[in-house]
C-alpha cells in the first residue's frame, strides 16, 4: 500500500449525547441487547487534534489527554487513569487492524481534548469515541484514496465510534438518533441512524446538566452493562426498552411533550432500578439526585413547564425542556438548587444539525 502522505495533521470534533431510552446490556463485539434513543448535545464536544507519519515500527501511538500524557512520573489517580484511557484507545487502534490495515504503518499522535469538565455526567466516552472514528475515516480516506459517498462514511463512522463504546455511535448524528435494530425504522445493532421525523415541539430542546456529584462513580458502565448478561430481569428489560423506543418515536411524532416526559422519566428510574436488581446490586444515584428529581416536579406542577429529567449511569441529573422556557428554568435552578443541592450546572442544548 502506498503512503501517500503529504498533509499529516487535522483536527476532529464529535458532540456527546444524552440518551433518552437507555443502552444497557450488551453482546458478542459491542452489540446491544436493546434500542436506545439519544438527544446529540451541542457543547458538550471532545476535539481530536491528530497528526499522523509513517512508522516502520507498525502502529506506534503518542496520546495527549486533555495536556497529561499519561506518562508522568507523579502517581495521581488522573494520570494513572489517563495511562489506562492510552491503553484503551491503543487496544481499540490494534483491535482494527486487520480491517484497516494502514493503522500498522502510522506514528499517531493524538491530543484529545473535552469542552466540558471530567465527571460532569456527560458521556466523554460518547464524544471522544466518535471523534476517533473520525479520525480514522479520515486517516483512511487520505492514505487510501479510498472515498466514499457521505451515506456510507457516516455508516462506517458510527460503526468504528460503537466498537469503542456503544453510545459513541449515536454521537455520528445529530438530533435525534436511534441505535439498535427495528423493523420500524430499519435501523440496525452494527450502527446508529438518524431520526428525522419528529415534531415541531422538539425542535428547540435545552439540556440542562445538574452535577449532584463530580467525583469518580464507583461502578463503571461497562461493568453495569456486564451484570445485564445474567440479570434477573434481562428479558423484561429487553421487552420493556423496545417498547419504550417505539412509543417514544410516537411522541416525537406527535409532539406530546407530556408523554415524551413520562417515557423519558420512567426510563430514567428503570435505569437505575436495573443496577439496584443486579447481582451484585449497586446504587449510584446520591441523596441529592432524589432532592433534585423531587424539586423538578415541584417546579413543573407549580409552573406548567413540560420539563422533564433523565440519568445516564451516575449521579447526575440532566433537565430536558423546551428551550422557550430557558429563563423560568434556569431561574429555578439558581433559586430552588444552587448551592443547595447541586455543586454546579452546565447549559447544553440539542444539536439539530452539524
Ligand atoms: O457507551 P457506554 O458503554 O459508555 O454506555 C452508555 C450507557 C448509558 O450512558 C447509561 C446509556 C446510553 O445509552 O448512553
Not at 38 to 51: G, P
Not at 63 to 83: A, K, R
Not at 172 to 184: D, F, K, T
Request: neutral net charge; hydrophobic residues 35%.
Amino acid at each position: 500500500m502506498c503512503l501517500n502522505i503529504n498533509q499529516n495533521k487535522f483536527v476532529v470534533t464529535a458532540p456527546s449525547n444524552i440518551a433518552l431510552v437507555k443502552y444497557w446490556g450488551k453482546r458478542d463485539q459491542q452489540l446491544p441487547i436493546n434500542q436506545s434513543v439519544s438527544f446529540t448535545l451541542s457543547n458538550s464536544v471532545t476535539s481530536i487534534d491528530c497528526e499522523y507519519e509513517y512508522s516502520s515500527a507498525g502502529l506506534v501511538l503518542d496520546f495527549i489527554f486533555e495536556g497529561d500524557n499519561g506518562l508522568s512520573s507523579s502517581s495521581s489517580s488522573s494520570s494513572n487513569s489517563n495511562s489506562n484511557f492510552k491503553t484503551r484507545v491503543l487496544k481499540y487502534l490494534e483491535s482494527l487492524i486487520p480491517q484497516y490495515s494502514f493503522l500498522n504503518k502510522l506514528k499517531l499522535k493524538i491530543i484529545s481534548k473535552n469542552s466540558f469538565p471530567h465527571s460532569a455526567g456527560i458521556a466523554s466516552s460518547a464524544s471522544f469515541y466518535a471523534a476517533l472514528a473520525k479520525v480514522i475515516v479520515l486517516l483512511k480516506e487520505r492514505i487510501t484514496k479510498q472515498v466514499c459517498n457521505l451515506e456510507d462514511r457516516l455508516i462506517e463512522t458510527s460503526y468504528l465510534a460503537r466498537l469503542g463504546s456503544g453510545s459513541a455511535s449515536r454521537s455520528i448524528y445529530p438530533g435525534v438518533v436511534c441505535w439498535g435494530e427495528s423493523n420500524l425504522l430499519k435501523s440496525s445493532n452494527e450502527y446508529a441512524t438518524r431520526i428525522v421525523d419528529f415534531h415541531e415541539n422538539f425542535r428547540d430542546y435545552a439540556d440542562a446538566i445538574l452535577i449532584v456529584d463530580d467525583g469518580v462513580k464507583s461502578v463503571s458502565s461497562s461493568t453495569g452493562h456486564q451484570l445485564m448478561s445474567n440479570h434477573p430481569y434481562k428479558l423484561q428489560r429487553i421487552e420493556r426498552a423496545n417498547a419504550r423506543s417505539l412509543a417514544l418515536f410516537e411522541v416525537l411524532k406527535s409532539g406530546d411533550v407530556k408523554k415524551f416526559g413520562e417515557i423519558v422519566e420512567a426510563e430514567a428510574l428503570e435505569l437505575h432500578g436495573l443496577m439496584m436488581s443486579s447481582n451484585p446490586p449497586y446504587i449510584l444515584l446520591r441523596p441529592n439526585s432524589l432532592n433534585v428529581i423531587e424539586s423538578i416536579k415541584k417546579f413543573r406542577e407549580e409552573e406548567s413547564i413540560p420539563c422533564c429529567f433523565t440519568m445516564d449511569a451516575g449521579p447526575n441529573v440532566h433537565l430536558l425542556y423546551p428551550n422557550s422556557y430557558h429563563k423560568a428554568v434556569s431561574s429555578f435552578i439558581e433559586r430552588e438548587l444552587a448551592g443547595k443541592y447541586i455543586l454546579s450546572w452546565i447549559e447544553d442544548k440539542v444539536c439539530y444539525e452539524f
